[in-house]
């Protein structure tokens, strides 16, 4: 049986698994406690690898998207010869229409 199923220890499997073993009971609950902190500290490693290939993804789309707007908006200027705000201009240019009224 692996330890990701029977990670942990019924009396009964504790004391067979001691005397099979020639150890004191106490060593196989101080096995199984240290496994379990290795296994969940190599889970956290997982689980932090994969959040952070999500986050450089995200990063990624969003850096192109970025790029994509600043070409439109030079494009759209050179059209109109006419600076277009920011994207924050208009949130706060909005937010500021919305505290007045």
Not at 8 to 21: I, V
Not at 56 to 83: Q, W
Not at 91 to 97: A, D, G, M
């Amino acid at each position: 049986m692996s330890f990701e199923v029977e990670n942990k220890l019924e009396p009964d499997r504790k004391t067979q698994l001691a005397k099979n073993l020639g150890l004191q009971p106490r060593q196989v609950t101080v096995w199984f406690q240290n496994r379990r902190a290795r296994w969940k500290m190599k889970q956290l490693e997982r689980d932090f690898h994969c959040l952070k290939s999500s986050y450089d993804s995200l990063l990624s789309d969003y850096n192109t998207v970025s790029k994509e707007n600043d070409a439109l908006r030079s494009e759209v200027y050179t059209i109109f010869n006419t600076p277009i705000p920011s994207i924050q201009y208009n949130v706060n240019f909005l937010v500021n229409i919305i505290t007045i009224t």
